[in-house]
Protein backbone atom coordinates (compact mmCIF):
# COMPACT_ATOMS: atom_id res chain seq x y z
CA UNK A 1 0.00 0.00 0.00
CA UNK A 2 2.74 2.61 1.03
CA UNK A 3 4.08 1.75 -2.50
CA UNK A 4 0.91 2.39 -3.90
CA UNK A 5 0.48 5.59 -2.07
CA UNK A 6 3.73 6.45 -3.02
CA UNK A 7 3.12 6.10 -6.60
CA UNK A 8 -0.04 8.47 -6.81
CA UNK A 9 1.79 11.01 -4.68
CA UNK A 10 4.45 11.07 -7.02
CA UNK A 11 1.94 11.45 -9.49
CA UNK A 12 -0.09 13.88 -8.17
CA UNK A 13 3.18 15.90 -7.40
CA UNK A 14 4.38 15.33 -11.11
CA UNK A 15 1.08 16.96 -12.20
CA UNK A 16 0.98 19.59 -10.03
CA UNK A 17 4.59 20.21 -11.41
CA UNK A 18 3.15 19.65 -15.01
CA UNK A 19 0.61 22.32 -14.17
CA UNK A 20 3.03 24.98 -12.90
CA UNK A 21 5.17 24.45 -15.46
CA UNK A 22 2.44 25.18 -18.17
CA UNK A 23 1.22 28.36 -16.11
CA UNK A 24 5.13 29.42 -16.99
CA UNK A 25 4.73 28.82 -20.04
CA UNK A 26 1.53 30.70 -20.14
CA UNK A 27 2.67 33.59 -18.27
CA UNK A 28 6.00 33.56 -20.88
CA UNK A 29 3.72 33.35 -23.55
CA UNK A 30 1.74 36.18 -22.92
CA UNK A 31 4.88 38.13 -21.94
CA UNK A 32 6.38 37.63 -25.61
CA UNK A 33 2.40 38.53 -26.91
CA UNK A 34 2.82 41.45 -24.93
CA UNK A 35 6.23 42.67 -25.86
CA UNK A 36 5.53 42.00 -29.43
CA UNK A 37 2.12 44.12 -29.51
CA UNK A 38 4.44 47.12 -27.74
CA UNK A 39 7.09 46.65 -30.75
CA UNK A 40 4.00 47.17 -33.16
CA UNK A 41 2.85 49.83 -31.65
CA UNK A 42 6.47 51.38 -31.84
CA UNK A 43 6.47 49.95 -35.33
CA UNK A 44 3.34 52.47 -36.28
CA UNK A 45 4.06 54.67 -34.18
CA UNK A 46 7.09 55.76 -36.13
CA UNK A 47 5.97 54.94 -39.51
CA UNK A 48 3.47 57.69 -38.81
CA UNK A 49 5.68 59.94 -37.45
CA UNK A 50 8.15 59.49 -40.43
CA UNK A 51 5.18 59.48 -43.05
CA UNK A 52 3.79 62.90 -41.77
CA UNK A 53 7.86 64.55 -41.67
CA UNK A 54 8.32 63.36 -45.32
CA UNK A 55 4.68 64.86 -45.90
CA UNK A 56 5.27 68.10 -44.52
CA UNK A 57 9.26 67.54 -46.22
CA UNK A 58 7.18 67.42 -49.81
CA UNK A 59 4.65 70.06 -48.70
CA UNK A 60 7.57 72.70 -48.00
CA UNK A 61 9.31 71.79 -51.07
CA UNK A 62 6.50 71.68 -53.41
CA UNK A 63 5.49 75.52 -52.18
CA UNK A 64 9.04 76.62 -52.64
CA UNK A 65 8.99 74.82 -56.12
CA UNK A 66 5.69 76.72 -56.67
CA UNK A 67 7.08 80.16 -55.42
CA UNK A 68 10.26 79.61 -57.53
CA UNK A 69 8.30 79.37 -60.85
CA UNK A 70 5.71 82.26 -59.72
CA UNK A 71 9.03 84.54 -59.28
CA UNK A 72 10.54 83.06 -62.29
CA UNK A 73 7.55 84.07 -64.63
CA UNK A 74 7.03 87.52 -62.82
CA UNK A 75 10.72 87.96 -63.59
CA UNK A 76 10.26 87.05 -67.14
CA UNK A 77 7.00 88.83 -67.51
CA UNK A 78 9.17 92.15 -66.60
CA UNK A 79 11.56 91.03 -68.97
CA UNK A 80 8.64 91.00 -71.76
CA UNK A 81 7.40 94.01 -70.54
CA UNK A 82 10.32 95.90 -70.46
CA UNK A 83 11.64 94.63 -74.27
CA UNK A 84 7.68 95.54 -75.43
CA UNK A 85 8.47 98.95 -73.89
CA UNK A 86 11.81 99.40 -75.37
CA UNK A 87 9.98 98.62 -78.98
CA UNK A 88 7.07 100.68 -78.46
CA UNK A 89 9.21 103.82 -77.75
CA UNK A 90 11.41 103.12 -80.64
CA UNK A 91 8.39 102.99 -82.54
CA UNK A 92 7.29 105.91 -81.32
CA UNK A 93 10.58 107.60 -81.56
CA UNK A 94 10.86 106.93 -85.35
CA UNK A 95 7.46 108.14 -86.32
CA UNK A 96 8.19 111.23 -84.49
CA UNK A 97 11.45 111.69 -86.92
CA UNK A 98 8.96 110.76 -89.45
CA UNK A 99 6.63 113.65 -88.53
CA UNK A 100 9.19 115.83 -87.84
CA UNK A 101 10.58 115.02 -91.74
CA UNK A 102 7.28 115.81 -93.18
CA UNK A 103 6.97 118.64 -90.59
CA UNK A 104 10.32 120.42 -91.89
CA UNK A 105 9.62 119.56 -95.69
CA UNK A 106 6.49 121.36 -95.32
CA UNK A 107 7.81 124.26 -93.37
CA UNK A 108 10.38 125.07 -96.18
CA UNK A 109 7.28 126.03 -98.54
CA UNK A 110 6.08 129.51 -97.56
CA UNK A 111 2.77 129.00 -98.48
CA UNK A 112 2.25 125.09 -96.73
CA UNK A 113 3.53 127.70 -93.51
CA UNK A 114 0.73 130.18 -93.94
CA UNK A 115 -1.84 127.06 -94.28
CA UNK A 116 -0.51 125.36 -91.07
CA UNK A 117 -0.79 128.67 -88.99
CA UNK A 118 -4.37 128.82 -90.23
CA UNK A 119 -5.29 125.73 -89.09
CA UNK A 120 -3.60 125.74 -85.99
CA UNK A 121 -6.03 129.00 -84.90
CA UNK A 122 -9.02 127.49 -86.23
Known amino acids: ?22 AE ?3 KEKDVLTKAKEEGQKIITAAEVTAQKNKEDLLV ?23 M ?7 VAGLVVMATEKILDEKIDVSKDKELIKKSIN
Open 1 to 22: MNERTGKIEKGLKDAEDAQNKL
Open 25 to 27: MEK
Open 61 to 83: ETKQQAEKLLTDAGKKIEEEKNK
Open 85 to 91: IGEVRSE
